[in-house]
């Protein structure tokens, strides 16, 4: 089983950049598709970013909501995702999720949840 355990989330002011890391464990790492999800208060749980594996050059995706902002990167020798959180602003507060599937998706994980809190 993989484990995706995050950190890196806190309170900062609008405006204001953040770095969250998810460190992966308990399987190959490279060959796994990662991705950061987040949960607001009273709302369902949303995609933010993915990066695709390096097999397949690491393509990246983001959520129309962060595009611009928000930067997701990974180290395969360190079994490691990050997401650069730049220009924060209030609404992106929420717990923010690191997420891993394998190639056919047949095997999903997800982390515990870091929270994010974007106020002055």
């Known amino acids: 089983q993989v484990q995706l355990v995050e950190s890196g989330g806190g309170l900062v002011q609008p405006g204001g950049s953040l770095t969250l890391s998810c460190t992966a464990s308990?399987?190959?790492?490279?060959?796994?598709?990662m991705g950061w999800y987040r949960q607001a208060p009273g709302k369902q749980r949303e995609l933010v970013a993915r990066?695709?594996?390096?097999?397949?050059?690491?393509?990246?995706n983001y959520a129309d909501s962060v595009k611009g902002r928000f930067t997701i990167s990974r180290d395969n020798t360190k079994n490691m995702v990050y997401l650069q959180m730049n220009s924060l602003k209030p609404e992106d507060t929420a717990v923010y999720y690191c997420?891993?599937?394998?190639?056919?998706?047949?095997?999903?994980?997800w982390g515990q949840g870091t929270q994010v809190t974007v106020s002055s």
């Open positions: 997420n891993a599937y394998n190639p056919l998706r047949s095997y999903e994980y």
């Open positions: 308990g399987s190959i790492f490279s060959i796994y598709t």
């Open positions: 990066i695709l594996t390096g097999l397949t050059g690491g393509r990246t």
